[in-house]
């Protein structure tokens, strides 16, 4: 994932013990450590408030070792999310043979939830807009990683169902996905469980959505008596 941000002064974690060149191949066991505990920092204490200290102590390293793999505290933020980002690709894509149309859309709304693979998500995601100002770029990362996949995968389905004559041609497929994603933010700040949104939001949303059959031509009853 592409690094685009400069650190400021404060995130800064290499001065004295900065990155060393060559030495011994990095510890795949202990980068994980160091990622998994970025990741859990990042959804108690949000980004601005987490510490390369908590991080190192959490991954119980020290801290000349946490220097040495990452120069700055963002450069940390995007490859741990882009751990997870990587972890979650595979949800995008889901075969729909032997599925009906409904249960399609239905399944695909499933997959909009953003806890459906991380449980802290809805928190992370609530923690990156409170940075929207200060560090927009990790807002920017989340939209086009998180956010668009998810989506755009309705989109898709919508798509193919349009495609094989289930759903209408001219509805608003962009809208409708947004509409579904955001019924999940609804459920989380009004306290409620989500595990029945991804059927309750298709049973309203399907009526209009449904291609109906053109009408059958009643035979003529005019004729030769």
Known sequence: MARTREATADEQVGTEDGPRPGG?????ALDEAIILATRRRLV???????TIGDIATDAKVSRPTLYRRWATKFELVVDALDYGF???RDMYAFDLTGLEPRE????????LDPAYFNPDAMVLMGNFAGE?????ELLDILRKHSVEPRVELVESVLTRLQESGAVRDEIDKHTIAT????AYFAAFYRGEAKTEIPAAVVSVL???LEKKPAPRRRAST???R
Do not use: H, N
């Open 206 to 208: 399907w009526p209009a």
């Open 179 to 182: 509409m579904c994603f955001g």
């Open 86 to 88: 990587r972890k979650q």
């Open 104 to 111: 399609a859309l239905t399944e695909a709304v499933r997959r």
């Open 222 to 224: 005019s004729g030769k």
């Open 24 to 28: 011994r191949p990095r510890d795949a």
């Open 44 to 50: 108690l204490d949000g980004y601005s408030r987490m």
């Open 132 to 136: 929207a100002i200060r560090t927009p």
